[in-house]
């Protein structure tokens, strides 16, 4: 059974930065695979933010691009989602999944953009 531990959330004002963290963990997790951050604001479903490849090619959505930076290291096998630039649309709780979502979730980390 893999699990994933999300963390680093909180509540920060607009144009401050954060930085995410995704432990995963279990004998059966393949940390090769394709892994990504998502989020789900309230009233909204859930959507795919980032995501990395095992060589660390990145992909994002527009949204975010050039404010928010994926990374991953899969020695600790953790993968990590630095957000600058933050606006208060960002506001949601993040989960971090394969790309394929085919992982049990997380239980997500809060955050929260607000002056």
């Known amino acids: 059974q893999v699990q994933l531990v999300e963390s680093g959330g909180g509540l920060v004002q607009p144009g401050e930065s954060l930085r995410l963290s995704c432990a995963a963990s279990?004998?059966?997790?393949?940390?090769?695979?394709?892994m990504a951050w998502y989020r789900q604001a309230p009233g909204k479903q859930r959507e795919l933010v980032a995501s990395?490849?095992?060589?660390?090619?990145?992909n994002y959505i527009d949204p975010v691009k050039g404010r928010f930076t994926i990374s991953r290291d899969n020695a600790k096998n953790t993968v990590y989602l630095q957000m600058n630039s933050l606006k208060p649309e960002d506001t949601a709780v993040y989960y971090c999944?394969?790309?394929?979502?085919?992982?049990?979730w997380g239980q997500g980390t809060q955050v929260t953009v607000s002056s």
């Open positions: 999944n394969t790309e394929a979502a085919t992982l049990n």
């Open positions: 279990g004998n059966s997790f393949n940390f090769y695979a394709i």
């Open positions: 990395i490849t095992w060589r660390g090619r990145t």
